[in-house]
């Protein structure tokens, strides 16, 4: 009995040598296709010869193994892949425009810059990754004055020189125009917090600032918006003269939150509703919206699924030592899980 075992895994090892073998010859092959694509410009992903694959193979091999097949070549597919995009995205993508190009749209960093050494560590983890988007609070709208507020105007210093380092772009709050006027060229992505999306006097003033260089704008939710509001906060810019508007979806404040282990409603029926009402990019912030760690995977692989255009995440190399909102942000490496997951948008 144990030796027909034996001997019956002695033939599964030497099909799994000569299945490796295959997968890295098959690997080589499509290194040599992606290296020629990025040569030509064309995109690395092609969706309708992956399907061609996938249905060729179910039809030579029985509907039976239709699950395997697709499990497997999802996985095959997104691994050739992963290498190339990150390349990419870290060689090719020297513009914030290019950058606001890319889907799924990855803006992440920590909640705070908390000093030049924490914002460089951070930068170069997310860099080697191939994201570009780099965010971190220097002017923090914190709902206690008690609690720690930034790092104000060298904070942002330092996040501009962790981006530049590594090539990335800069996301970070501003609550006023004249941080904003101060630290115009540091600034690549200019948000505006939860808190501010009703400030109609600086929504016109942001909008105004900005209209000559477009430069983008990154609008969170209020969380007692309603996404009507929340579209027509956008059209304020919009009207002084900025389009680039990129809408952030972040979590309303519901009865849920009597006694919710989230600290907000992740507002995710409303990404179907708000593609409607406007042809802006959608981003959902599963960070903000949960304020809770352990829910933000889930979540995020969620929102992408209901057709969000990218997701903001906090990220920081040691979530229990954060100044802010330790509860609810994840290690880099937490956050390339959720990249693998995502790789088959
Ligand atoms: C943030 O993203 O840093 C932030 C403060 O979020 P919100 O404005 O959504 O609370
Ligand atoms: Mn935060």
Known sequence: MAKEIDELKKKVDATDREIVGLLIQRKNLTDSILELKKQYGISFRDKRRQNEIITSLIKLFGKENKELIEKIYMHIFNNSIRKHCIEYNRTQINTVQDALKLRPLIIA??????????????????ADKGIKLLRGGAFK????????????????????????????????????SNQLKKHYERIDIVQIGSRNMASYG??????KLTSEDKKPVLLKRGFNATLREFVLAAKYIQDEGNPNIIMCLRGIRTFEQIDSQMRFTPDLASILELKEMTDLPVIFDPSHSTGNSKFVKKISDTALNLGADGLLIETHYSPA????????????????????IIEKY
């Open 109 to 126: 960093g920590p909640c705070a810059v908390e000093s030049r050494e924490q914002i460089l560590k951070i930068a170069k983890l997310l």
């Open 141 to 176: 709208p914190r709902t206690s004055p008690n609690s720690f507020q930034g790092l104000g105007d060298v904070g942002v210093e330092y996040l501009s020189q962790a981006a530049k380092k590594q090539n990335m772009f800069t996301v970070t709050e501003v609550l006023d």
């Open 202 to 207: 600086f929504l016109k003033e942001l909008g």
């Open 321 to 340: 030592k954060a100044l802010s909102d330790k509860e609810q942000c994840i290690l880099p490496k937490e956050l390339f899980d959720i990249l693998e």
